[in-house]
């Protein structure tokens, strides 16, 4: 019996309800027709195998896939036998997570593979004849590297908001082949950060020397099944309804390996999915459902989270649109069908679309840092320094997001009302009432203390200028000087000896 | 209880802001222990002078508490409740210490102008003042520039600090420095002002001596413009 109250806790919510319930059933029963008559198009063949065994309706298309289309009994069945309760572990026993589909309690992290990693230094600008220097920031996008990430996990370790790493840049090493990528980029993760570490897998080959890695982190095959200090991605459907054979497969054998798996959908609002919200949540459903339907047919009871990406595209060059209300309200329904069956959810918030931080950038994260949260989803990526529709990583944004994600989750905290709060205010109104000047600042001291009233913006500036993005540069360097949290000598040793293909250079001890 | 442990505990009440036994400090070792209060009772018994109790525990309590202040440690709420203490412990304290020959640090009016009714930035710098040692005079709020010549003909004051919160009575303040200055009274008294719409470039145009941002600000403005006159 796992106990809940271990790990981080992130902040549990009176979850917002987008849909009453009859719309959840309403999306439910139009995502079992969807599958039922339109179906999937299924390029895996072992998962078609399955899906026909199981008593799916199979047809051949002619570009070689197989049509499935599902009876309902069976996708419910299978949701049936997905587990409620899903534990991500981690290096550092405080950091794990429980995630408890019944319990809408939420955790932020990071997410995910952004192919540049946005650098930055301050320069003084003076005005042409002038004294007066002005500091503004300068951009440098870097190409996401192994040392970049190594650095980014550092960072995402000194986060106190940040409660899961997904790897936040691709690594594009030239020196780093293709099925030695995966390796690299889980060693860069787990060396640097001791919170729960997910990511995709590039190569299906890597799987089981990702998994070994793992093993020796936790200390053995069971141990690593009981402490996942990793866990995967794998976003089995290409949208409309498309289930590729490589992610498929991937995901079919880490099930078959027994350790955590996402089954994700990411399809676009107005290109690969109906701009609607009733279309856009009724197929993105039909997509989860059909993933964990063969997920529990590879293994009954196998973990799984319900992994909702839904964004909107943009009207003018039909790219990702991810500050718009509609990502929001997408991404809310999607919250509540997960708990609908009872799944824990792995949900999406927090992306600008700006190029750079600012005020641009803090305006699209917000409505999503906000909104979608407070539907309760157990599992909130894409939540740190994700800009410009998740190509960049910047650490300065991901700095600049802790703070609001931790206004966030003191917003998101449950009313504290009730006969005991309130009586002891009236306590307090009735003794300030008799002072002369009636001020409740003393009653205020001790929650400063305990950390149930919240400080002023972490970033604020004072002058007629607004710095936060420079503070923010410069506590991303402070955060950078702390000690790093790396491995055991031995542990990097014996991974080195036993992993092939990991590359020098992330080596601390070497 | 020995006089030097006993002016040790008045010190620690200040710091942690409690004016009397009931009040809770921040540390709950002391909840319903004597606070202040009971305490300066308590040493006036058992023969301790009133100044060694001023400077020997009220004063350096304080002073603990800006330092706390000045690092982070201490927000606003604590120096108020710090001050708060003191200014209990100065009620019990001020007849003896008048008796004695030792004066407040200075008088202090405060009003909030004719027209507005927000008094709690007013009342802070009150209780911050008093903790600091002045002898505070409030006249409370919507109070017009009669009433503030008459309390100053009165009693001889050092300080006159007018507060406002709204713009639409800010420029009440201009009219009691110019009825002071008809009056004759103007040299007499420094006058500092404050309130959020106000700015330094205000009170120079009204012919304030000083602007304060907030109430530690005015603590500050006060000591400079008592030790100038």
């Known amino acids: 019996m796992i106990d809940t109250t271990v790990g981080r806790q992130g902040v549990l919510v009176d979850p917002v309800r987008r849909l009453d319930e009859g719309q959840v059933q309403a999306v439910h029963e139009a995502s079992l027709r969807i599958l039922g008559d339109i179906g999937i198009l299924c390029y895996n063949r072992e998962a078609s195998a399955l899906y026909g065994g199981a008593g799916c309706l199979l047809s051949e298309e002619p570009d070689g896939s197989s049509r499935v289309k599902f009876p309902p009994d069976l996708v419910e069945d299978c949701l049936a036998n997905a587990p409620s309760r899903v534990v991500l572990g981690a290096r550092e026993p405080d950091n794990m997570l429980v995630l408890e589909a019944e319990e809408p309690r939420v955790r932020f992290g990071s997410g995910s593979e952004a192919n540049i990693y946005l650098d930055m230094h301050m320069e003084e600008f003076r005005r042409v004849g002038g004294e007066e220097a002005i500091r503004h920031p300068v951009y440098e996008r870097r190409r996401g590297s192994v040392e970049l990430l190594c650095q980014a996990a550092r960072l995402c370790q000194q986060l106190e908001n940040l409660d899961f790493f997904i790897r936040t840049v691709n690594i594009q090493d030239t020196d780093i082949a293709e099925e030695d990528k995966d390796a690299n980029k889980f060693f860069a993760s787990l060396n640097n950060i001791d919170k729960h570490v997910m990511a995709g897998l590039t190569a299906l080959e890597s799987l089981d020397k990702v998994i070994r890695m793992g093993e020796i982190i936790a200390g053995g095959e069971e141990e690593l099944r009981s402490n996942p200090v990793l866990s995967f991605i794998t976003c089995v459907a290409k949208s409309p309804l498309q289930f590729v054979d490589d992610t498929a497969q991937k995901m079919m054998e880490i099930v078959k390996r027994g350790l955590p798996v996402v089954v994700s959908s990411s399809p676009q609002g107005g290109s690969t999915a109906p701009i609607t919200e009733a279309g856009m949540v009724s197929q993105i459903n039909a997509e989860i459902i059909a993933g964990i339907t063969l997920s529990q047919l590879v293994r009954a009871g196998a973990p799984v989270l319900y992994g909702s990406v839904p964004v909107r595209a943009r009207m003018d060059d039909l790219n990702d649109l991810y500050g718009a209300p509609e990502f929001c309200q997408y991404n809310m329904d999607c919250v509540q069908m997960a708990r609908f069956y009872h799944l824990p959810c792995y949900s999406t918030a927090g992306v600008g679309d700006a190029v750079v931080p600012g005020v641009q950038a803090t305006v699209e994260k917000l409505l999503s840092h906000v909104s979608i949260p407070m539907s309760g989803a157990q599992y909130v990526h894409y939540a740190f320094g994700l800009l410009e529709k998740t190509n960049v990583f910047s650490p300065d944004q991901a700095v600049l997001d802790d703070a609001l994600i931790g206004a966030v989750k003191h917003m998101l905290v449950k009313s504290q009302i009730d006969r005991r709060t309130l009586d002891e205010a009236y306590s307090q109104i009735e003794r300030v009432m008799d002072t002369p000047h009636k001020l409740y600042a003393r009653y205020a001291r001790k929650g400063i203390r305990s950390g149930e009233i919240f400080p002023p913006y972490f970033f604020e500036t004072r002058e007629d200028v607004d710095i936060a993005v420079l503070n923010a540069h410069e506590r991303r360097l402070e955060l950078l000087e702390r000690e790093p949290h790396y491995l055991g000598e031995d542990v990097v040793n014996t991974i080195y000896d036993e992993v092939p293909g990991l590359v020098g250079r992330i080596n601390p001890y070497s | ?229």
């Open chain 2, 1 to 229: 209880m020995g006089k030097d442990e006993l002016l040790a505990r008045i010190e620690i009440n200040v710091i942690q802001g409690r004016r009397n036994g009931e009040d809770e400090g921040l540390d709950e070792d002391l909840a319903g222990t004597p606070g202040v209060s009971e305490l300066v009772e308590q040493a006036l018994e058992e023969g301790i002078k009133a100044k060694n109790i001023l400077l020997g525990a009220l004063s350096t309590g304080m002073n603990q508490v800006g330092d706390k202040y000045e690092s982070g440690e201490y927000f606003l709420p604590d120096m108020l409740t710090a001050a708060e203490a003191v200014g209990a412990a100065m009620e019990i304290l001020e007849p003896h210490l008048l008796s004695s020959g030792v004066e407040s640090k200075g008088r202090v009016v405060l009003a909030t102008v004719k027209g507005d009714l927000h008094d709690i930035g007013k009342n802070i710098v009150g209780l911050m003042l008093k903790g600091a040692g002045y002898d505070v005079v409030d006249l409370g709020a919507d109070v017009d520039s009669g009433m503030i010549i008459e309390e100053l003909k009165r009693n001889d004051s050092d300080l006159l600090g007018l507060s406002a919160l709204l713009t639409t009575t800010m420029a009440e303040m201009g009219k009691v420095l110019g009825d002071l200055d008809r009056e004759g009274m103007r040299d007499g008294i420094r006058i500092m002002v404050g309130g959020a719409p106000l700015s330094e470039q205000f009170a120079e145009e009204i012919g304030a001596d000083a602007y304060g941002r907030d109430a530690i600000a005015a603590v500050k403005i006060a000591d400079s413009l008592v030790s100038d006159t």
